[in-house]
């Protein structure tokens, strides 16, 4: 991702660092001593930059990031992340070396392919462990061990070799963000009553997202994975209603008018020529567009100017949309898509309803494109 270096064009996205530090603080003071803090930032730190955010993670006290494949997390070691990095997701039979050499701790969810693993490491002399958490599948139905027997297999295998260290155990939650807390319940208790059956407690039994870290304090355990609101952004409507203390919001997409013109009645904009100006209008181009993340479906949506909402008017380009403007502007005024100006603020969920999507969405698609500006860098605004 290219970052703070010169960008010609004015359309960027920018990260501040110290809303993280805040969440994170917070977050710790929440929990308490006993829960440690894994810091999701998979899919590129939900689209704000995978290093930067995992730095500043370990620096305000995470003690654990965690990424989706064995890709990411190889990437994070080879920027220079030294602190624990889990891949919860699955990782090929062939990456189990390479966690080994990189110290990175993967998830296994299946006793035949760590017997595999086992055969393929053991040809090898390696000083180190393959450090794994087991993960069961309580009701999310996507990846992991469903009963005690097969959980009871898996552990066989683990004892059987010193290469492998187990390390944690955990589980995911499908509905932790409703209002219904029936099927979470079920959830956790399928999972203690697995984590149960284990000859040792390993050292991270863990299940939380930021839904059920936010709403369920008693399901913390050793650890949390804290995804999404880490960033500042709440999982759902229900989870913001309940919050037990304030989260900041870190990204805003920003970007200036490149052009401004006054067109008389009866002309039309913008591809397909859907909008039509019905009186003497003043419409400003900005330079983002689809291939961007802003996507042809937000048609319609504001942004903000002068602390006000305008609204984008045509067919949403690739690299430009148009705005409706109740003035003249000057080129260069400042735009805001995502973030507040003045007293306004647009936010990502705006952008996920308009789009019948959720905000997790919004976050990861605004692309390579948009280049990431990171303020706080050094803890400057503490
Ligand atoms: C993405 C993910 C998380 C984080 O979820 P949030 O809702 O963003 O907090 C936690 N655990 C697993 C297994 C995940 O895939």
Redesign the pocket.
């Known amino acids: 991702m290219e970052k703070n270096s010169i960008h010609y064009r004015p359309t960027h996205a920018n990260v501040n660092l110290d809303a993280i530090r805040s969440n994170i603080r917070n977050l710790k003071e929440y929990l308490g001593s006993r829960t440690s803090v894994i810091a ?1 930032v ?1 899919a590129d730190g ?1 689209g704000h930059g995978e290093v930067e955010i995992a730095s500043v993670a370990f620096e305000a006290g995470a003690n654990m990031v ?1 990424v ?1 494949t064995p890709d990411e997390a190889v990437r994070l070691r080879m920027a220079g992340i030294v602190g624990d990095i889990l891949v ?2 699955p990782s090929p039979i062939s990456f189990a070396k390479k966690a080994v050499e990189l110290g990175i701790t993967i998830t296994v969810a299946d006793g035949q392919w760590l017997q595999s693993v086992l055969t393929d490491i053991d040809a090898d002399d390696f000083e180190k462990q393959l450090k794994i958490h087991i993960k069961i599948d309580s009701g999310m139905g996507r990846i992991g061990l469903r009963d005690v027997e097969s959980l009871q297999a898996l552990v066989l295998i683990i004892e059987s070799s010193e290469k492998v260290l187990l390390d944690g155990i ?1 589980t ?1 939650f499908a509905c932790a ?1 409703e209002e219904d807390s029936c099927r979470t319940e079920e959830q956790f208790t399928t999972f203690m009553e697995l984590v149960q059956t284990l000859p040792e407690k390993p050292r991270l039994v863990h299940a939380s ?3 059920a ?1 936010l709403l369920y304090p008693e399901y913390a355990l050793d650890a949390v ?6 960033y500042g952004i709440t ?1 759902s409507e229900y989870v913001r209603k309940k919050l037990p203390f304030r989260l900041k919001r870190s990204l805003s997409l920003e970007s200036e008018l490149a052009y401004v013109k006054l067109l008389e009645a009866g002309n039309r904009i913008s591809y397909g020529g859907t909008y039509e100006t019905t009186e003497s209008e003043w419409i400003g181009s900005i330079p983002i567009g689809y291939a961007d993340g802003l996507r042809r479906g937000l048609r319609g949506q504001e942004v903000l100017i002068d602390g006000k909402r305008m609204p984008l008017v045509g067919t949403i380009c690739m690299d430009q949309c148009m705005v409706k403007l109740p003035r003249e502007f000057l080129v260069g005024e400042k735009v805001v898509l995502i973030g507040r100006q003045g007293e306004e603020e647009i936010k990502m969920e705006e952008w996920a309803e308009c789009l019948s999507t959720i905000p ?1 969405e919004i976050a990861v698609s605004i692309t390579k494109r948009v280049p990431r500006i990171y303020t706080g860098k050094d803890g400057e605004s503490k």
């Open positions: 999701v998979k939900y965690s989706a919860m997701g955990f995911h963000d997202n930021s839904a870290t994975r804290f995804g999404m609101s880490l999982p997790y």
